[in-house]
């Protein structure tokens, strides 16, 4: 495939939070994507990788993938205890748990979560047209 119509990137998950944070805001802009759901798109791989870190076996990578159409972004980890029916429809003010997967799915255009035994899979897609929304 042209590698203008398609571009990927891998990588792993730490503590340095800020470097994948940059990381995903420069490939998400040099994507196409507008400032503010670039920042929106940050958001949202910041809370899957800090799930990775705290409650997913601490290890995985975020892999990062765009095409002419979209940008998807699949936060993987090494327990796969996270399942679809973990996903909130609103957020918990309770204070016994974090609000983000929540945020995620207000952040972007898609969120899925694949899990089987030893990998879970959280997927974030954006896409690059405003009118895709």
Do not use: K
Request: with cysteine; aromatic share 6%.
């Amino acid at each position: 495939m042209n590698d203008n119509l398609l571009q990927e990137r891998c990588w792993p998950i730490d503590w340095e939070l800020s470097a994948l944070r940059a990381r995903v805001r420069l490939a998400a802009c040099r994507a196409g994507l507008t400032s503010r759901r670039a920042d929106d798109l940050v958001i949202a791989v910041h809370e899957a990788a800090l799930n990775v870190l705290e409650h997913g076996g601490g290890r995985g990578c975020v892999y990062f993938r765009h095409d002419q159409d979209s940008i998807t972004v699949h936060v993987i980890d090494i327990c796969g205890r996270l399942s679809a029916d973990h996903l909130p429809d609103q957020p918990s003010w309770s204070g016994a748990s974090g609000n983000g997967l929540w945020l995620m799915r207000q952040a972007c255009d898609e969120l899925t979560i694949d899990s089987r035994p030893g990998r879970g899979v959280v997927r974030l897609r954006m896409y690059l047209s405003a009118d895709s929304r």
